[in-house]
């Protein structure tokens, strides 16, 4: 990780729980990666939609990885 990394969102799913497990797929494979609203889902609500988020220099492996899983992507935003 370098020190100007910053966080990406490379995915937006249906709800937090189906974030959760591309999440857990990344990280499977050394991917770090955060879904935001997972503290809220932890407590038994159900967020919608969710957001799975990557480092910047992890994005492109990632990016690879969900299109593998066939797990949709968002266009990144410029």
Do not use: C, K, W, Y
Not at 15 to 25: H, P, Q
Not at 32 to 41: D, S, Y
């Amino acid at each position: 990780m370098r020190n100007d990394d910053v966080l990406v969102t490379i995915a937006v799913f249906d709800n937090s729980f189906d974030a959760a497990v591309a999440r857990g797929a990344l990280e499977s494979i050394g991917i770090r990666a955060l879904v935001p609203e997972e503290a809220l889902f932890r407590r038994g609500v159900v967020v919608t939609p969710g957001t799975l988020q990557v480092l910047e220099s992890d994005e492109a492996r990632a990016r690879v990885e969900l299109h593998r899983l066939q797990i949709r992507l968002v266009e990144r935003e410029t």
